[in-house]
């Protein structure tokens, strides 16, 4: 299974979605997980519901043959196995982009945070000799998984919005898709800039943020958008949320077997 199928898809979200301009500080955060959901009746695995990270990396520049070649190794014979050391099938993994590119900086001052709190147990625990430091001494041997986590979790600044519509399965998801823009323009009374994923489970709108150029009011603001949105589709989605952890699905690539791509705007 070829589950990088489209390269002109990602580089559109390379440079539509990800700032055409990057400070040192900067950068890309891409990974690839596995969901069990995705998996065939009957599969055997041990993935739990939620997504299991297997590999995760930091593009520094703004190369996107840096970008795509971080993604084309999560496809090579990686090994990548379940807790019970079985194969995770390609039909279980998805990749993830994130929509914000990462701080660095910011990163490092959460690191810094995280290791006095281990250097703090580390020294109880020499000093008194009561406390269980094996929870500290776990940290330590997982330094480089906690620098993923931080730089995943700290943003520089945000030019989208990510409204979640979680369709129902027999629902039209790129008619779904159109029927947000027009909800959207209508409701601002212009055409904002914006993009729709159409992903495994329903679609990603992205919406561009006020530092993106998108006036917002009383009217017209993230909060009554997703109240639209979650009123319009009450009865063809199971949920509408705001997805607040920056991270995508990314068009070009298979989710569970699905094609991940961009709608076109009409």
């Given at each position: 299974?070829?589950?990088?199928?489209?390269?002109?898809?990602?580089?559109?979200?390379?440079?539509?979605?990800?700032?055409?301009?990057?400070?040192?500080?900067?950068?890309?955060?891409?990974?690839?997980?596995?969901?069990?959901?995705?998996?065939?009746?009957?599969?055997?695995?041990?993935?739990?519901?939620?997504?299991?990270?297997?590999?995760?990396?930091?593009i520094k520049t703004r190369d996107f043959g840096r970008y795509l070649a971080g993604l084309y190794r999560f496809t090579s014979e990686n090994g990548y196995t379940d807790l019970?050391?079985?194969?995770?099938?390609?039909?279980?993994?998805?990749?993830?982009?994130?929509?914000?590119?990462?701080?660095?900086?910011?990163?490092?001052?959460?690191?810094?945070?995280?290791?006095?709190?281990?250097?703090?147990?580390?020294?109880?625990?020499?000093?008194?000799?009561?406390?269980?430091?094996?929870?500290?001494?776990?940290?330590?041997?997982?330094?480089?998984?906690?620098?993923?986590?931080?730089?995943?979790?700290?943003?520089?600044?945000?030019?989208?919005?990510?409204?979640?519509?979680?369709?129902?399965?027999?629902?039209?998801?790129?008619?779904?898709?159109?029927?947000?823009?027009?909800?959207?323009?209508?409701?601002?009374?212009?055409?904002?800039?914006?993009?729709?994923?159409?992903?495994?489970?329903?679609?990603?709108?992205?919406?561009?943020?006020?530092?993106?150029?998108?006036?917002?009011?009383?009217?017209?603001?993230?909060?009554t958008v997703l109240k639209a949105l979650q009123n319009s589709f009450r009865e063809t989605a199971k949920?509408?949320?705001?997805?607040?952890?920056?991270?995508?699905?990314?068009?070009?690539?298979?989710?569970?077997?699905?094609?991940?791509?961009?709608?076109?705007?009409?």
């Amino acid at each position: 299974m070829d589950l990088i199928y489209d390269t002109e898809q990602i580089k559109k979200f390379f440079d539509e979605i990800l700032p055409s301009s990057w400070e040192p500080h900067e950068a890309a955060f891409i990974s690839i997980a596995a969901r069990k959901k995705y998996l065939p009746e009957g599969y055997m695995t041990n993935l739990g519901k939620r997504p299991e990270m297997l590999d995760r990396d930091i593009i520094k520049t703004r190369d996107f043959g840096r970008y795509l070649a971080g993604l084309y190794r999560f496809t090579s014979e990686n090994g990548y196995t379940d807790l019970n050391g079985l194969p995770i099938h390609d039909w279980a993994k998805v990749f993830y982009a994130n929509i914000h590119l990462s701080d660095s900086v910011a990163a490092y001052e959460e690191m810094k945070t995280k290791m006095a709190g281990i250097d703090r147990e580390i020294i109880s625990h020499a000093t008194t000799g009561h406390n269980d430091i094996s929870h500290a001494l776990g940290e330590i041997r997982n330094l480089h998984g906690l620098w993923f986590t931080a730089m995943q979790n700290t943003y520089s600044m945000k030019l989208w919005i990510d409204y979640d519509i979680d369709l129902l399965g027999c629902i039209d998801k790129e008619i779904s898709a159109h029927a947000a823009f027009e909800l959207i323009d209508e409701l601002a009374g212009q055409t904002i800039t914006k993009h729709a994923i159409i992903t495994h489970g329903g679609v990603h709108i992205l919406l561009a943020t006020a530092k993106n150029g998108t006036a917002f009011s009383k009217e017209f603001n993230p909060d009554t958008v997703l109240k639209a949105l979650q009123n319009s589709f009450r009865e063809t989605a199971k949920e509408v949320v705001i997805n607040r952890n920056g991270m995508v699905p990314l068009p070009g690539t298979l989710q569970g077997g699905f094609p991940v791509h961009f709608c076109l705007v009409k």
